[in-house]
């Protein structure tokens, strides 16, 4: 057969020693077939759960986008899988719809592990260049990537047909951008665990979960440029799939900032009034364990914990610092760190300032200064140089 290449050379391409696609096996092909189409059609269940929320958020949207990209990347190869891949558009599409699933993946897992905060202003800024290339890529596709198809809907394997080596290298980038995109995503999430800005666990949790899944599946997608065939690209979808699917049917959920809500649910519940009579104990008992045994000095001190020690569930404690404190676990447990670090600062000139930082619980410098700089308004050098009030600002 012979086909145009990139660069419109003819070159002579043997589907049978070349294609990917071309699965001998009829029971195995089934299979792959099933689980292909099976993966497109849950996560596009969850897409759906995206669009139609009330109250949408900009995040619902980015991840509606980023799950239809990979509905569509797996739809993607059924189609070449099943031989039905006719339009030249659509060819290597899945390069394009990679960096788009970079962007959006990536910003929505920024945006839910900061608990709302967006990571640029203008969102859409994210997207320009991953749609243009889309356009562009799609057009090009359409003028040129006729022959490759030649009526049999399935194209030659990238990383085994020398004419297609251009492709081989934008989809190994592509890889690439994505890959460093969950990196990034996963960089994030390690600071605002340092920084204690955790307040939904496990919602937490479970972007960190899919950051790595989706972190694992581009690597397994880049391990066909170093075999040079698509093998493990396509072997690699097959082995999401199950997880895609599990993770659809049993995550169809649009709410993802539980803060204010957890909060509202307490205020509403029944043993609130019964919590509230004892609230005043409960402060007292609160203040004395944290001037006495200090365990905020404890970096991995959790809400659990500090619980049990004061003999409370820790729905009560959550409930007690919000009504009576206006704040959270994380906020109230840094507030005394900074108050310590403030203190001992002053009256231990002799020890340095990470020092007395990591001894009053913090365990990161930059998120240590961050926080120390915001609540008492100069760097802990220039405040130890000054000597000024040890007892920050209460934070709103």
């Known amino acids: 057969m012979v086909v145009q290449k990139t660069f419109f050379e003819p070159l002579e391409v043997h589907f049978t020693q070349e294609d990917a696609f071309d699965v001998q096996n009829p029971g195995v092909k089934c299979v792959m077939e099933d689980v292909l189409i099976a993966g497109s059609g849950s996560v596009l269940v969850f897409v759906v759960a995206q669009l139609v929320a009330k109250n949408k958020r900009p995040v619902h949207y980015c991840v ?17 899988l099943a031989g039905l891949l006719f339009f030249p558009a659509l060819a290597f599409s899945d390069i394009s719809v990679d960096l788009l699933a970079a962007s959006s993946v990536n910003v929505a897992a920024l945006t839910v592990l900061s608990e709302g905060k967006r990571p640029v202003r ?19 596709n359409a003028m040129t990537a006729g022959p490759l198809l030649s009526g049999s809907g399935r194209l030659p394997d990238r990383f085994a047909t020398p004419a297609l080596m ?11 951008v994505y890959g460093l995109a969950m990196i990034h995503g996963l960089a994030a999430a390690l600071h605002i665990k340092r920084a204690g800005k955790v307040t939904n666990p496990e919602g937490f949790r479970s972007q960190v979960v899919f950051l790595f899944l989706f972190l694992g599946a581009s690597m397994v997608r880049m391990s066909s440029w170093l075999v040079g ?34 909060a509202s649910r307490q ?80 009256q231990h000139p002799e020890k340095t300032i990470l020092e007395t930082a990591f001894a009053n619980g913090f365990n990161s410098k930059s998120s240590f200064n961050t926080l120390f700089a915001k609540a008492y308004g100069a760097t802990p050098r220039d405040f130890r140089r000054r000597g000024a009030n040890p007892t920050p600002p209460r934070s709103s």
């Open 64 to 80: 509606a986008l980023a799950c239809f990209c990979l509905s569509y990347a797996l739809f993607y190869y059924w189609t070449n």
């Open 229 to 262: 065939n698509e093998g493990p690209l396509i072997g690699g979808l097959m082995a999401f799939c199950p997880i895609v699917v599990g993770f659809a049917l049993s995550k169809i959920e649009v709410s993802y900032f539980r803060r204010g809500e957890a």
């Open 267 to 346: 205020l509403r519940s029944p043993g609130s009034q019964q919590w509230d009579v004892g609230a005043g104990d409960l402060t007292s008992k609160l203040e004395g364990l944290m001037n006495n045994v200090a365990p905020y000095r404890n970096p991995s001190l959790t809400l659990k914990q500090l619980a049990r020690m004061l003999d409370v569930e820790p729905k009560r404690l959550t409930y007690h610092l919000h009504s009576k404190r206006a704040t959270n676990f994380c906020t109230y447990v840094n507030e005394w760190r900074l108050k310590a670090v403030a203190r001992d600062l002053l």
């Open 166 to 176: 251009p492709m081989a290298v934008l989809s190994f980038l592509a890889d690439l």
């Open 122 to 140: 203008n969102l859409a800024i994210r997207f320009v260049l991953p749609g243009l290339f889309a356009l562009g890529f799609g057009l090009y």
